[in-house]
């Protein structure tokens, strides 16, 4: 990576945040700049590409990680909070590939970067909410071992419209139906507070979809259309591995996608594997 940013600056939180190796500075990092501030940007055009985040000793890494339980298993308050480690770990990477994408496309338009920000304090909120919910039920974050999935896949996107296709409308898609699905399990579990947890992160979830919807056709140049997102996919991934049982349509809709999207992404298969952006 070329020289790190001027200290003081949104690019330079987002490389500390990135790089920070405290669980404390994972978790709550110190606030960032104001992004209406045009002192707070670098703006100096150099890309940087982070090839892999800073990790706290309390993280330890896996390669693969354990099959998502069924509804019967978690109606143990042990798997709901395996579970909840699991989406905490998955909204630190997201957090990160925000950041990430500050510092890997700067020269996109500041109303993008700033965005970015924004969702990236977004996803922290959400591991926050994740993890104290967690610790009600006898589990805090970091008792578990982690796998770095997003980080394998998203960090190597060439651009920023493969970037919003892959982590906006894949990942954080993905999430409208297995956010869903969980908060009616944690239910059905009597656990009332988790599944509100996971209600309020699907409600955020279509705020960031419909901003990747967004910045999906300004980058394009054309509406979303279904063959235009699976091209921008990074190969070998596939709108397979981007959708859940059932589709959330109302959410989706939402967020924007329109009724032959949904179609084409309904007339799928999914992927005999959860889906990689928090199997939720």
């Not at 706290?56 to 890494?61: N, Q, W, Y």
């Not at 909120?125 to 896949?153: C, E, I, K, N």
């Not at 091209?231 to 959330?248: C, E, I, K, S």
Request: proline share 8%; net charge positive.
């Amino acid at each position: 990576m070329t020289s790190p940013p001027r200290a003081g600056t949104i690019e330079r939180w987002a490389l500390d945040f990135i790089l920070a190796v405290e669980l404390e500075a994972k978790i709550a990092p110190p606030e960032p700049p104001s992004p209406q501030s045009d002192s707070a940007w670098c703006d100096d055009e150099l890309e940087r590409r982070v090839a892999a985040p800073g990790r706290p000793a309390a993280l330890r890494l896996v390669t693969r990680g354990e099959r998502t339980k069924g509804a019967q298993a978690l109606r143990r308050p042990q798997e709901r909070a395996r579970l909840l480690h699991t989406f905490a770990h998955h909204e630190l990477q997201a957090a990160e590939l925000f950041a990430w994408a500050i510092l890997a496309f700067p020269r996109t338009p500041r109303a993008w970067r700033a965005g970015l920000l924004r969702l990236c304090l977004e996803e922290l909120s959400h591991l926050r909410l994740y993890a104290a919910h967690m610790r009600t039920l006898g589990l805090a974050y970091g008792d578990l071992p982690v796998r770095d999935w997003f980080w394998s896949r998203v960090a190597a996107c060439p651009d920023a419209l493969s970037f919003v296709a892959l982590q906006g409308l894949g990942l954080e898609g993905a999430n409208l139906e297995h956010s869903a699905r969980f908060a009616a399990l944690f239910r059905a579990a009597g656990d009332e507070a988790g599944a509100k947890a996971l209600e309020l992160v699907e409600r955020d979830e279509i705020g960031h979809v419909a901003f990747a919807r967004y910045w999906f056709e300004r980058f394009s140049g054309a509406s979303l259309d279904f063959q235009r997102w699976e091209n921008a996919l990074p190969p070998p991934l596939t709108p397979a591995l981007f959708r859940g049982t059932p589709l959330n349509r109302a959410a989706r809709a939402q967020a924007g996608m329109d009724q032959r999207f949904l179609d084409a992404l309904d007339a799928t298969a999914p992927a005999l594997q959860p889906s990689p952006r928090r199997a939720r």
